[in-house]
């Protein structure tokens, strides 16, 4: 079962697989939704629900892919981009959000967003969403 990680433990972020790839989202069913889509496919998910959580995990164990929710209890993902890319550019950045428009898209693609989905979403379009990211050089 997939554990919500806290700032103490963000060591373990990572369990099984191949992959690293980290969840920040404020939904937890969206959490479980995208660690379940991701572990069938051998990928190692885990989450946080905040920026400043997401930050301690970047620096402990840096995933290879990020999935971004843009409305966070502590900020907006979209200002959170830069961050990542100034401090981790190898990882691959797909934001996810129910707030989908199309200044938020630009913002997003302006800041270095690898890809930008809307929600709801499916594993159809998770999987393609992966899949186009590490076509284009994901690690």
């Given at each position: 079962?997939?554990?919500?990680?806290?700032?103490?433990?963000?060591?373990?972020?990572?369990?099984?697989?191949?992959?690293?790839?980290?969840?920040?989202?404020?939904?937890?069913?969206?959490c479980y939704l995208l660690s379940g889509?991701?572990?069938?496919?051998?990928?190692?998910?885990?989450?946080?629900?905040?920026?400043?959580?997401?930050?301690?995990?970047?620096?402990?164990?840096?995933?290879?892919?990020?999935?971004?929710?843009?409305?966070?209890?502590?900020?907006?993902?979209?200002?959170?981009?830069?961050?990542?890319?100034?401090?981790?550019?190898e990882c691959k950045i797909i934001?996810?959000?129910?707030?989908?428009?199309?200044?938020?898209?630009?913002?997003?693609?302006?800041?270095?967003?690898?890809?930008?989905?809307?929600?709801?979403?499916?594993?159809?379009?998770?999987?393609?969403?992966?899949?186009?990211?590490?076509?284009?050089?994901?690690?």
């Amino acid at each position: 079962m997939l554990e919500k990680y806290s700032i103490v433990d963000t060591k373990k972020l990572i369990i099984n697989g191949n992959l690293k790839v980290l969840i920040v989202d404020d939904e937890l069913d969206i959490c479980y939704l995208l660690s379940g889509i991701l572990k069938q496919r051998n990928f190692r998910p885990g989450f946080v629900n905040t920026l400043s959580d997401a930050k301690v995990a970047l620096r402990n164990d840096t995933p290879s892919l990020l999935f971004l929710d843009n409305r966070l209890p502590d900020g907006l993902g979209l200002e959170f981009i830069p961050y990542v890319k100034q401090n981790y550019p190898e990882c691959k950045i797909i934001m996810i959000t129910a707030h989908d428009s199309a200044a938020d898209r630009k913002t997003a693609h302006e800041n270095g967003v690898d890809l930008f989905i809307g929600k709801p979403l499916s594993r159809i379009l998770i999987n393609n969403a992966v899949d186009q990211c590490m076509k284009s050089g994901g690690n």
